[in-house]
């Protein structure tokens, strides 16, 4: 049963760059699309985007400019960076998968979250 | 952009109750339609894909219908465990997947 575990500074400055990990277990991250998903505090679902294990990626245009994604297949993770943060990405960063080899569809299973916050 | 738009934002219910969440397309997502259930502090758990069809271990009492814009999920009897909060995403036109904005199940 694939496991995912997001990992990260709790709290970045304004300005600064947002750096999270999300680590793979119970099975191997190749062949797979591998996503993060942020919900600000009280609000819903926004899709950062996807990186797939060979490397390709893809974004949410309103977020393009500042996603930077990565991954490390023998480590079995990737990573988010998100640049020149404020106050407005503050939020609950998830990371997520469609658990079929090939696909970018729906999202299960997921990371369990972790809060990041943009204050100086 | 395809917008989803979900209503009621908050529905009240009581247990044994039938309930029925909607979700509306700014344009047709055919049935490319999943559903999600969030519980506070908790990360959403897939319910429904495909529109219709229940993921692994979903109940019975959960079940999803439509196709093109109109989308609607139903618990045909709520359980204790069924109030929170429900999102709906579509994944036809991405970049990028988007997200309704969430209905919430509260006890009445």
């Known amino acids: 049963q694939v496991q995912l575990q997001e990992s990260g500074p709790g709290l970045v400055k304004p300005s600064e760059t947002l750096s999270l990990t999300c680590t793979v277990s119970?099975?191997?991250?190749?062949?797979?699309?591998w996503s993060w998903i942020r919900q600000p505090p009280g609000k819903g679902l926004e899709w950062i985007g996807y990186?797939?294990?060979?490397?390709?990626?893809n974004s949410n245009p309103s977020l393009k400019s500042r996603v930077i994604m990565s991954v490390d297949t023998s480590k079995n993770q990737f990573s988010l960076k998100l640049t020149s943060v404020t106050a407005a990405d503050t939020a609950v960063y998830y990371c997520?998968?469609?658990?079929?080899?090939?696909?970018?569809?729906?999202?299960?299973?997921w990371g369990q979250g972790t809060l990041v916050t943009v204050s100086s | 952009e395809v917008v989803m738009t979900q209503s009621p934002a908050t529905l009240s219910g009581s247990p044994g109750e039938r309930a029925t969440l909607s979700c509306r397309a700014s344009?047709?997502?055919?049935?490319?339609l999943a559903w999600y259930q969030q519980k506070p502090g908790q990360a959403p758990r897939l319910l429904i894909y495909?529109?219709?069809t229940r993921a692994t271990g979903i109940p019975a009492r959960f079940s999803g219908s439509g196709s093109g814009t109109e989308f609607t999920l139903t618990i045909s009897s709520l359980q204790s465990e069924d109030f929170a909060v429900y999102y709906c995403?579509?994944?036809?036109?991405?970049?990028?997947?988007?997200f309704g904005q969430g209905t919430r199940l509260e006890i009445k």
């Open positions: 997520a998968t469609d658990r079929r080899p090939g696909y970018f569809n729906w999202f299960d299973p």
């Open positions: 119970g099975g191997s991250i190749r062949g797979y699309y």
């Open positions: 990186i797939s294990s060979s490397g390709s990626t």
């Open positions: 344009q047709s997502v055919s049935s490319n």
């Open positions: 495909g529109a219709s």
């Open positions: 995403q579509q994944y036809n036109n991405w970049p990028p997947i988007t």
